[in-house]
Each structure stands twice: as C-alpha cells, then as structure tokens.
C-alpha cells in the first residue's frame, strides 16, 4: 500500500497553485498480502510494428504472474499514436502472442468488465477525468505557445538547468483564462507538481527506488487538439480496469513518477511495480524455424531462474515455478546460439508423430520429398533428428543424407588413410556382392539381413571394426562421416524403391 502526506485541496485556481508550492510531497510503497482474486495484470502494446523479444518476454512475465497467482491477463491495446498505429500491427500483435501460448482473460476478442480494451475507444473517459482534474486544481489550462516553450528550454539551457516548464500559466487569474478562451487560443492541461518532497517506491524487482519532485516540472496531460499524454492515459486505464501489478520494461520505470501524481489527485489506490531490465534482441519472434514453446522457455531464462541448474521448462512447468522475486535486475543478453539449441531441446521433446508430421511437411514443402508421410518419412526422421535444431535445418539433413559426394570425398586430406588400405580391393570385392545380387537381398530383409551380410562380408575379407566400416561408408554414401551406416543404408535402399524423393535428386 502507498502512504501520501497531503493537505485538503483548495478551490480557487490561484490559491492551489500557491499552495502546492509550499507543500511537499512523499510517497513510500509497501506490499500486502497478495490474494490470488486480488491479481489482475495487464499487457499493453502499441500497434506500431511486430511483437519484438522484448516485449514477448514482457508479456510472459504477466501472464505467468497472473496464472501463477490465480490472477488475470489483460491485454489492453494503446493506439493513441495515431499516425503510427495500424490495424495490421494488431492483428500482427495478437497472433504473436496466440502463438506463443499466451492467451488473455480480457481484451480484444474476449469480453470482460473493464472494457473497451483500446486506448482509442477511451476517449471519452480520459476527457472526464482530465476535467475532475481542472475542477479539483490539480490541472490547468497552459496557453503557451510552442516558441514561447522553446525559448524556456534555452533558458533552462544556459543555466544548466532541467528543461522543465517555468510555471507561467499556473498562477493565472480566472479573468486572465477567460480572456485566452475567449480568444480562442490553443491550451494544453498541465499537471501541478509539488515543488518539494520525493516519490519513493518499492519495486517488486528492484527494491526502493526514489525520486526528487524537483526534477520534474508541471507536465501535459491532454494537448491541445484534445488527446490525452501517454502517461495519463495509462494510469487512468490501469486504475479504472483495477490493475493491481504492473510489470514492464525498466525503461517506462522514470514514467512511474507522474503515473503517482496523477494517482494520487484522483484518488486512485496505486498498483504494484516491476521494471523488468531491457534485452538487447531481434526485432521479430516468429519465424526460422523456432517453435513457440522454445521462445517461451528461453525468454523466461532472460532474467529469471528458478534456482536450480534446470533449463528445460514448459509454458505449464512455468506457471508453477515462477515468482517475480527471482527476475533479475540486471540486463539479459539475448544468445542466439542457445535458444538454437534450446529449439533443438523442445524439438526433440515431441511426440514421435507430431515430430513426423513437422519435418514431414516441410520436406514435402521444400520439393525434397514427393511425400510427407509414410515409413521412410518416419525412419529418415528419427535417424537425422539428433542434427536438427531448426526445422529448416531437416531440409540439409536429408540433402545431405541422399547426395552422394565420393569424388570430393576421396579429393580430400582425410580420405588419405582409407584409401591406402587397399581400397581398390575392398571396392572389387564390394562391387561384386553387388552385382551377385546378395547385398540387396541382405538389404530386403531390413536391419537383421543388413548385420548377417555385413558379418559375412567382413568375415571374407578377414576385417572388421573401423577397417570393414569405414571403406564400407565411403562406397556407399560417398562420405567420411553421417548416421549410423545401417541405417542410412537401408533407408537410402527404401526411398529408392518406394520413389518418394524428388526425381530431381537423382538418388
């Protein structure tokens, strides 16, 4: 709960200015204990662009929040930029997070108590309680011109000093506004900010932070052609849909400082804070072949543990181990190597069929495969899946499974060794079985047939081990090294048969 030192509010516009100027101003958090029908927490975008990374972690650390808490996810849309808000970045926004898992309580597409869930449908709120404002002067009416704020800023300039508002509108007599609205000039409303005392905070990640009231001068909270500041808006639309946590990235954390004032002079019980530390990260969240449970599980990592050595989390596992005590303050570095083997973790995670089905489809996609099904989409999958991270990286898997690369090969230093052991021999008596048409039998009669005729082979030659499998890998796939060479034998005979790799290939 918040504790605030204030005096009851004059009436008269003049009066209040003079008093505000004399009072001061505290501010301290401390935490009750949470209830779990008290937490309602709210993820709120612009729609100005994809769903970057850090913004996605953002949206987890609320969502795991509210489920693991008993809470509510609210998404609520600020769309006030008018000129950059677009409906194609919501929709873009929306699929984001539906593909992540995270799905909302509250927001569009889904009813609740507290809507209209876009800042633009808001208008009319922000409007009333802009006005309460005037009415209980606190806000003001600012005539001032844009040069005449300019010219502040250099004079603020040249004594050093912060560039805040110098305070000329906020001591004007009744008669002296009445005469610029008769005008008809152009007004913001600017919020008086006591000139002493501090905002102290207890944020949930970051411990005691304070602030000095003078640092800040009196602030805009509508313009003047009638839309509200980004700072009013959210902290009208955060008290009316009863956020109680507000968990965001630490760069709105100097924003919480006029989000208390305006708390205050409306009368509004204050939410609790968490700063999340920034990431430095690429822009988009879909797409390179990354599953949506991977990108959970490494944006959870980005500043959270949950104490142990334990890396591997599913979206259900989170919401039972997290607890925003544990988010860490300092600032993430996004690796993309380990969400690539992160991605390689929860790919290999799934079920043997939905795995089948994934790479299936993109072989058949790729124009690799005539097929995306079928026994030699199921054996090529579980011999190559231990190399795939990304499901693009199935596409090279196989390429290179069934090309057959034996002039390069031998061209090359470490063939050296195999070919000095008499590999024009082993090739002769290797041709030969083939030709008597023993191999492909052996080969018909799958993994046992393969393990009889490569013991007998071995057997005439008087080799085995390293000696009877290398030279044998070499002939067969035209490489040093690949999967097990049973296997890929054998799957190699089958796709041939069955004419499901693209004729292209040339198997």
């Not at 005392?197 to 990640?205: F, P, T």
């Not at 390689?344 to 005539?370: D, F, V, Y």
């Not at 034996?406 to 590999?423: I, R």
């Amino acid at each position: 709960m918040f504790f605030l030192h204030f005096c009851a509010n004059p009436t008269d516009q003049q009066e209040v200015s003079v008093f505000h100027r004399r009072r001061s101003f505290s501010v301290s958090a401390s935490l009750t204990k949470e209830t779990q029908d008290q937490v309602r927490v709210r993820f709120a975008p612009s729609p100005t662009g994809n769903l970057h990374v850090g913004g996605a972690r953002t949206a987890l650390f609320n969502y795991l929040f509210a489920r693991s808490n008993g809470g509510k996810f609210v998404l609520r849309i600020e769309d006030t930029d008018l000129e950059r808000s677009t409906k194609e970045s919501e929709e873009a926004v929306l699929n984001d997070l539906s593909w992540l898992g995270l799905d909302w309580d509250e927001g569009p597409g889904v009813d609740g108590d507290y809507g209209p869930y876009r800042q633009s449908e808001r208008n009319s709120l922000y409007k009333q309680y802009a006005e309460k404002l005037l009415e209980s002067g606190y806000v003001y009416r600012c005539f001032c011109s844009s040069e005449e704020l300019e010219k502040m800023k250099e004079i603020a300039k040249l004594k050093q000093l912060p560039p805040v508002y110098t305070g000329k509108w906020a001591n004007a007599t009744d008669k002296e506004v009445q005469e610029e609205l008769q005008r008809g000039t152009p007004y913001t409303y600017r919020f008086r900010v006591p000139k002493e005392g501090s905002l102290k905070i207890n944020d949930l990640i970051r411990g005691k932070v304070s602030w000095n009231l003078d640092t800040l001068g009196d602030f805009v909270i509508m313009r003047s052609n009638g839309q509200p500041v980004y700072n009013f808006c959210v902290t009208v639309d955060d008290a009316t849909m009863a956020i109680s946590h507000v968990i965001r990235a630490e760069e709105h954390l100097p924003n919480t400082l006029r989000q208390a004032l305006i708390y205050k002079a409306l009368g509004f019980p204050m939410p609790h804070f968490a700063h999340v530390s920034l990431i430095l990260a690429p822009d988009r969240i879909q797409g390179d072949g990354y599953l949506p449970q991977a990108m959970v599980n490494y944006l959870a990592l980005l500043g959270w543990g949950d104490g142990t050595e334990n890396e591997f989390f599913t979206l259900d596992h989170l919401v039972e181990k997290f607890s925003i005590g544990r988010v860490n303050k300092s600032g993430a570095i996004f690796d993309s190597t380990k969400l690539r083997w992160m991605n390689g973790q929860h790919l290999r995670a799934l079920p043997s069929e939905e795995l089948t089905k994934l790479i299936g489809e993109r072989w058949k996609g790729t124009g690799i495969l005539t097929e995306s099904e079928g026994s030699f989409v199921e054996d090529a999958v579980q011999l190559l899946k231990d190399g795939i991270d990304l499901t693009p990286d199935s596409d090279k898997a196989l390429s290179n499974l069934l090309s057959y690369p034996l002039l390069e090969t031998l061209s090359s230093l470490e063939a050296k060794a195999v070919l000095e052991d008499k590999l024009s021999e082993f090739a002769a008596s290797f041709i030969a079985a083939y030709d008597s048409g023993e191999l492909l039998a052996a080969l018909e009669e799958g993994h046992a047939g393969w393990q009889k005729w490569v013991k007998s082979f071995g057997k005439s030659l008087k080799r085995k081990g390293k000696s009877l499998f290398m030279p044998l890998r070499v002939l067969l796939t035209g490489k040093l090294h690949g999967p097990d060479i049973g296997a890929s034998v054998l799957l190699l005979h089958n796709g041939g048969k069955s004419g499901i790799i693209a004729p292209q290939l040339s198997l």
